[in-house]
């Protein structure tokens, strides 16, 4: 059995200020006082987080972990190393996207069970009320063999609802169009294409957006939030933004056998006061540092693999 995984970091920037992107507050200097001390202590528990993903069911740490809001290759480099003196290799894809604060997807993922052979990132270009291009999170795609298996991987960071639903749904549409281009093109020179898709998508897993545009494919956390859970909370309201979706084929004509999928959210990843234990224990509340993790808990999904097939 294995664990494939997602995770958003929550702003996880290093602390050299970037002139090409807007990442001033996260600087020693900046509004938020991101001391290298905080980078380091953000690192340790990150690290932590990350090998204890799905490890009670699995007996080890995900193969396969999508992240989103990661600033650049520093960053990432620094992660791998704090896994690596905890025991445990892990080697990553990342390219830097135009987005103006500098947040970034990658993929992080453990070579003794996955075999990369391509990647590439898809620019999400957006326009604002001027009428002017600019740009979001890359959707980032990994091409690679999973236990000897192909597969395909999209990583995603869909725009946030900051300005209302609403007002922001045209934008989480642009990016669900892009990400349907690539994968239509996929199936189209390989039908029966092994394909997970991951990522924050910004809006719940029964928004119209997936039943209009992703018809082949199963999405694991709609069961999950029909079911009252979250990856986290806007003014204590639930909310499952954090998905994972894989095509039908990987599911009903590959040797992958699902076995669940479910928000980790231990009581170390949760906030201390008892009122509100069910939130995530983030990193900031707005410019109050919480020495915590993050303001999403990871998703995850077990799988395991038929050997007769």
């Not at 999170?137 to 209302?164: A, K, M």
């Not at 906030?271 to 707005?286: G, I, M, N």
Request: hydrophobic share 35%; net charge positive.
């Amino acid at each position: 059995m294995f664990t494939i995984a997602f995770y958003n970091l929550e702003n996880f920037f290093d602390t050299i200020d970037d002139p090409n992107t807007d990442d001033d507050d996260f600087t020693p200097r900046g509004i938020m006082h991101w001391f290298y001390k905080r980078y380091r202590n953000k690192h340790r528990k990150i690290a932590k987080t990350i090998l204890r993903i799905g490890k009670r069911e699995t007996r080890k740490p995900p193969v396969l972990i999508g992240l989103a809001e990661v600033e650049n290759d520093t960053v990432l480099a620094d992660l791998t190393k704090e896994l690596q003196r905890r025991g445990y290799t892990y080697r990553y894809v990342h390219y830097e996207s135009a987005d103006r604060r500098g947040m970034d997807t990658a993929l992080l993922y453990n070579p003794d069970f996955f075999r990369i052979s391509y990647s590439k990132p898809y620019p999400v270009e957006l326009r604002n009320n001027a009428d002017e291009p600019y740009f979001t999170r890359d959707i980032l795609y990994c091409r690679g063999e999973l236990t000897g298996e192909p597969v395909h991987i999209f990583v995603n960071h869909w725009p946030s609802q900051r300005e209302g639903y609403l007002e922001s749904e045209h934008k989480r549409k642009k990016a669900a169009e892009r990400l349907k281009e690539q994968i239509d093109f996929l199936r189209y020179t390989e039908p029966e294409a092994n394909i997970i898709i991951m990522g924050d998508f910004n809006t719940n897993p029964d928004d119209i957006i997936f039943r209009e545009m992703f018809k082949g494919f199963t999405n694991f956390a709609l069961q999950a939030f029909r079911n009252g859970k979250a990856s986290l909370y806007h003014d204590e309201q639930k909310m499952l933004f954090d998905q994972i979706i894989v095509s039908n084929s990987l599911i009903e004509h590959s040797p992958f056998l699902f076995h669940g999928f479910k928000v980790f959210n231990p009581r170390f990843l949760r906030t201390w006061k008892r009122h509100l234990s069910f939130l995530p224990f983030r990193t900031y509340l707005k410019l109050k540092y919480q020495n915590g993790y993050s303001d999403h808990f990871p998703v995850y999904c077990i799988f395991d693999k038929n050997q007769v097939l």
